[in-house]
C-alpha cells in the first residue's frame, strides 16, 4: 500500500515530545509555544506569530481579528478545501466564490476585481495544492479596493511568488499543521502578521477573550483556539528539518515530471513561483479518464485524490454568490485533476511504480 501522505517524524519529534511532557508543561503555557511562534515567523519573514489548534480556527481568528462579521462578503476561490469558506460563515459573513486561473490554480486577479463590491470586506487567497497564486497581483487589487488580504497558506508552507515566502503577503497569513501538511505538530495552526494590533487582537480572542493585563476580565467574546506546548514542541523540531523536507518535495516532483509521460498535463511551478507540490498532481484529460486512472491505482494499492469539489456545487454553499470566469477553470480542474502519494520519505522506486501504473492506464484508456 503506498499512501498519498504520511508524516516525516522520527527520533527528534519523539525527543522533543517527552521533553515537553517530562517539564509538566503539556497545555498551552510553557517554553516551546513561544519558541515555535518566533522560529515559524521568521522562518515565513512576518513579525508576529499566533499559534493556534489547528488551520480552520487559524482562518477564523484571522476574520474575527479584523472585524469580519454579518453583512460582510468575504471572497475565497471556488477551488478549495471547505474549511476556507467557512471560517467566514462561522462569522457570520458571506463567502463569495471566484473561480481560479489555469496555470497556479489559486484566485483569478481580474475576476476577482470584478467581483468586489461595497459589502466585500476581505479576500482568502488560497496557495492550492503547494502552487503559489498570484499573490502580488492579488495584493494590489485588495489595496485598491480597500479589502484586508488573509493568504490561506495550509499547503504551502515554504512556497515562493518571486522572491518571498507565500504567508509574507496578507495582513495576516494562516497555515496548517494537520498530520499531512508540509511540516505539523499532529493537529496545530498558526496566524502570521506583521500588525502588532491585529496580533494583540487574536492573542486576546484565541484565549477566552481575555484581557491580557487583568486576569478574568472580558472585553469580548472570546474563543480557546490555543496550540499545547505538546504540540509546539513538535512543530520545532519539525521547523528544524523543514528545508529538508522542502527538498525531498523539490525531488519528488522532478522524479514524478521524468516519469510521467509527456502527453500527461503535469504539475509545474507556475510562472514567477516556486511550488512545494503539496500533493503532486496531474490532470487527466476527461473525467472518465480520471475514474479509470484511479480505478487502476487502487487496484495497485495506491492511494490517490481527486481535487476538491467546487464549493459553488456543494448543498451548503449554493446560497452564496458565485463569479465564474468564461472558461469556468474551477469544474475542469475539479473534474480532471488528480493527487499522487507526495509523502517525504516515498522511494524513487515507489513513485517509478505510480508512474508506470499512471503511464498504462493513461495509454490504455487513449488507445495509444
Ligand atoms: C488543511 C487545510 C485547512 C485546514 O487546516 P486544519 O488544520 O485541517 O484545520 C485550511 N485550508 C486549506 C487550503 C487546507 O488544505
Redesign the pocket.
Known sequence: MIPIYRPFIDEQERCAILEAFDSGWISSKGEFIKKFENSFSKFISKSYGVSVS????A?HLALAALGIGKGDEVIVPNL??A??ANAAIYQGASPVFVDVEKENWGLDPELLEKAITSKTKAIIA?H?YGNPCKISEIKEVAEKNDVHLIE?C??AIGAKYGKHKVGSFGDISCF???GN?IITTG???MCLTDDKYLEEQMRILRDHGMSQTKRYWHDTIGFNYRMTNIQASIGLAQLNKVEHILERKRNIATAYQDYLVNYIEKQVDPPNSESVFWLYSILAASENERAYVVSKLDEAAIESRPFFFSLSSMPPYKQFRTVLGKNKITFDLSNRGLNLPSFPSISIDQIGAVSDVVNNSIKYFRNL
Open positions: 489547528n488551520g480552520t480556527v482562518l478549495t478545501f474549511a476556507t488560497v492550492l490561506d495550509a499547503e496548517s499543521f494537520y501538511k493537529e496545530g495552526g
